[in-house]
Every structure is written in C-alpha cells, then in structure tokens.
C-alpha cells in the first residue's frame, strides 16, 4: 500500500506536511503547485514553496517531497524541472488537473486535459531534462468538460515516460463535488504498466476500503482527508480506532508552532488553525462530535493564545456543550 500526502495549494504548506509526515504512514509529499509560464524561477521561489529542498528533499521525518510544476510549455516546465532537481528535489510531479480560472485561462493546469498530445510532450521534455534516476510522476483528473477522453489522458502519460500517475476521479467540471468516481481508475490500473494512484474524497478508513474495491487497487493520495483526519494515514496502516481528541489537539499546537517557527503573524496562526477546525468538524465531526460547537466558539476569536487554549480544552468552554466532561 502507497499512501501519498497531496499536493494542496493554501492547506498543505510546508508546516502540514512536516506535521503530517511525522505522525507517519505517508509514503511522499507532493508540494504546492509552482506555476511556470517563461523562464527558470529563481532559487528562493523554489525554496519557498519547498523548503525541504534545504534538507535533502525531505521532511523532518525523512519523507520525500515531490516538487509540483504546472505549465503549458515543455521546454519551459523541463528547464525548470531541471533546475529543482539541481536544488535538490528527490522528484517531480507535473499538475495537469488544477481547476483554477485563472490557470485555465492560460492553459495550464486542467485546460491541458484537453489536450492529452501535449501532455504527453510535456512529460517527454520533462522526462529527458532530468536524471533517469529521479522520477517524473504525473496528477490528471478524468477529464476537462466530461469522461470521454479519460483513457486516452492515462496513456498520454505513460507514453510521455511518466514514472506514475495519481488519479483525481473527477473532471475539471465536476471540480470538488462529491463522488469521486473510483472505478474509472480501475479502467486506468487495467489499461496501464505503470503504477497508478487513486484520489478523491477518501476521508475515512471506509472511505479507503471502498476506494480500494472500486479502483482495484490500494495505492492511494490522500488530500483534505489527511488534514480533517490527522490520525488517517496511522489509521489505514495500524487498523486503529479514531485518536481521542487530545492527540489531535497536541496536532494543532504543534503545526502552530511550526508556522511560528517560520514568522507566520498570530493573526494568520489564528486563522489557519481556524480553517483547519472548519475542515474538521465538516468532515470529522463523527469522530470528534463537539468540533461544530468549538469552531462556532473560535470563529471569532484572532488572539492566538484564546485559539491554542480553547482548541487544546474544549471542555472548558461556557456556554458550549463540547461533548466532553468538564475537567476540575
Ligand atoms: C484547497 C485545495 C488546493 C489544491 N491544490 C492543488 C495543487 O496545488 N496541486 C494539485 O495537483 N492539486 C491540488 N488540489 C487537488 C488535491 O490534490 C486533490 O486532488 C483533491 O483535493 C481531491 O482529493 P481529496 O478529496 O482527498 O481532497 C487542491 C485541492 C484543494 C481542496
């Protein structure tokens, strides 16, 4: 079983995945999407969407972190590939699903769904500008508009020389709505020689159980699931039950700790770990079922230190009935 962290613009910044890699079970990290239109990005641009370009590549906990590029030239995307490898990226994932208006506009992203030929082109290019030892691997969603083409999308990739490729079983039109259509990918697994990962809400152990049945495989990317479940992965590979809610808290104290650590102003630490709650109690709330009333008691709090102590003590909240005993 491959379990691979995904790549999330504005979620899974460098503080998460040191966060989430440490708690264990994820097999790589994929970066946040760096955007590539004309030129080599400088070194800083590089190290700031990846900073573990400054430490072998991985995280802390030794996990390797993919560089994402997304671009709509080969020669351009290769280069700059090249140039991350140099800095030290273990590997490289080329986006070819990011939904984004903006970067479909400039045809990058999931506008290139549309045309797997230079999908194809661009993972060639990418693939022959770095070392035959560093892997090329690829994120596609089913399609642009519809499915039709989904197939030929897969095979596009391998024949581009792609090392893998991760599924997002959706098109760009169905964007982030539920379901995430699994069996397309078990269509994609017959169809391929190369190893292909499947992703798309998998937010439970069941989740992964009927993704696993329905894509014929148990290779999977787990994207906002990882962060509403920090103990997910841990879950998948040790059959455990959900983690009380004082582990997840200690989660939370110590990712702000990290974003402090890298001059993140309180008022952005308070926000993150609001948003962060807000994926919980959407998605989690079965686990920890006082987290819609603790989010409506953070929501509007910006200090910090009333952040951090009313995540770590729900129980101590008046007014609120958390679920959990009051302590004292
Ligand atoms: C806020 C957000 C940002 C994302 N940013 C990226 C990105 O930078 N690169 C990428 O390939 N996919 C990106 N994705 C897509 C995810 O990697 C993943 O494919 C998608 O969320 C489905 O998986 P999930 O249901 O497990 O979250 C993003 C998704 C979200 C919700």
Redesign the pocket.
């Known amino acids: 079983m491959q379990l691979l962290l995904?790549?999330?613009?504005?979620?899974?910044d460098p503080a998460m995945r040191g966060l989430l890699t440490a708690l264990g079970g994820y097999d790589r990290a994929?970066s946040?999407?760096v955007r590539v239109s004309q030129g080599v990005l400088p070194a800083h641009v590089w190290h700031r969407y990846c900073p573990e370009l400054l430490t072998g590549g991985t995280t802390a906990a030794g996990t390797p972190v993919y560089v994402?590029i997304?671009g709509p030239e080969p020669e351009v995307t290769a280069d700059n590939a090249a140039y991350a490898v140099s800095l030290g990226a273990p590997g490289i994932?080329l986006?070819f699903?990011?939904p984004s208006k903006t970067v479909n506009r400039r045809c990058a992203g999931a506008s290139l769904l549309k045309t797997p030929d230079l999908i194809a082109d661009i993972i060639a290019a990418t693939r022959r500008a770095v070392p035959a030892g560093i892997p090329v691997t690829a994120?596609v969603r089913l399609g642009y508009e519809d499915k039709e083409h989904f197939l030929d999308i897969a095979r596009a990739v391998e024949d581009g020389g792609a090392t893998s490729v991760?599924v997002?079983a959706?098109t760009r039109a169905e964007g982030?709505r539920p379901p995430?259509h699994w069996h397309y990918v078990a269509e994609i697994r017959a169809a391929l020689h190369i190893p292909v990962i499947a992703?798309?809400?998998?937010?439970t152990p069941e989740d992964y159980a009927a993704c696993r049945a329905a894509s014929g495989g148990p290779d999977v990317?787990?994207?906002?699931?990882?962060i509403a479940r920090p103990d997910l992965a841990r879950r998948l590979r040790d059959h455990g039950t959900a983690w009380p809610w004082e582990r997840i808290a200690a989660c939370f104290l110590r990712y702000d700790d990290a974003l402090a650590a890298d001059d993140c102003t309180p008022t952005m630490r308070a926000g993150r770990l609001k948003q962060w709650l807000a994926l919980v109690k959407q998605h989690a709330a079965t686990d920890w079922p006082f987290t819609p009333a603790l989010f409506e008691h953070l929501k509007g709090l910006t200090d910090i230190t009333a952040v951090r102590a009313a995540l770590s003590d729900p129980s101590g909240l008046s007014g609120v009935d958390t679920g959990v005993p009051t302590r004292g």
């Open positions: 995904a790549p999330m613009e504005g979620l899974m994929v946040e999407f994402q997304m994932d986006n699903g990011c994120k991760a997002h959706r982030y995430a992703n798309g809400e998998i937010w990317m787990l994207g906002r699931g990882a």
